[in-house]
């Protein structure tokens, strides 16, 4: 099939962000007097949102007295620091220059907070993502499919020929609640057996394979 509009996830799929996002994390935890955790800690921590992250990267989550404290470090640290390291997975920017030649439509949808997806994308992706939503208050995070619907609205875009791209079984679920096809890559934070057995169909080994399906 043709597909006319790709909604993306951005960490791990479209971004590899895993060393920045390991960094601020550590930075929060290590200026609370909390145990660090490893680059791998945080690659199995990440997918749904900073929150979340923070809960798993912190002991006893949101019932240790001192979260609070280092999620706010956190979100202070990775908005000055979200593009010390990361970087575009190899392919992806060849692959979105022929999305645009080939006039097709793109946004990025993340639960990432809403800043730090938009300046990530205009930094990386400049009109070549014309269209970034991360979380925001009055909208739900992924895997709700608000985020993608307020997408394909901007886009201008319908559901009938669009496709979803993630890394993780967030997206996979957040595809599902769209009613969207849902295609899913092999070089982020999941491997092929964690993505098979959460339900992925369609996976791909390099961003130009997205380009043949």
Not at 23 to 31: G, M, Q
Not at 38 to 51: I, K, L, T
Not at 69 to 96: C, I, K, N, W
Not at 151 to 176: F, M, P
Request: with cysteine; glycine share 6%.
């Amino acid at each position: 099939m043709s597909y006319h509009t790709y909604i993306f996830d951005l960490d791990g799929t479209l971004l590899n962000t895993l060393d920045d996002l390991a960094t601020s994390v550590n930075y929060a935890l290590r200026t609370t007097g909390m145990p660090e955790r490893s680059v791998e800690e945080v690659r199995q921590f990440v997918g749904n949102g900073v929150r979340l992250l923070m809960e798993r990267a912190v002991p006893d989550g949101v019932g240790n007295p001192r979260f609070d404290e280092a999620y706010a470090l956190f979100r202070q640290h990775y908005l000055v620091h979200s593009m010390d390291t990361t970087a575009p997975y190899p392919g992806v920017m060849d692959m979105l220059h022929q999305l645009k030649e080939q006039e097709k439509k793109v946004a990025v949808v993340s639960n990432k907070f809403y800043k730090a997806t938009e300046e990530l994308c205009r930094h990386f992706f400049g009109d070549l993502v014309p269209v970034a939503i991360g979380e925001r208050e009055n909208i739900r995070k992924k895997p709700a499919p608000d985020t993608v619907i307020e997408a394909l609205r901007q886009l201008k875009a319908t559901a009938d020929t669009a496709v979803y791209v993630g890394d993780s079984d967030v997206d996979i679920e957040t595809a599902h609640n769209s009613g969207l096809p849902c295609i899913s890559v092999l070089w982020g934070f999941r491997d092929e057996q964690f993505l098979k057995t959460h339900g992925a169909t369609t996976l791909v080994a390099a961003p130009c394979d997205i380009l043949k399906i």
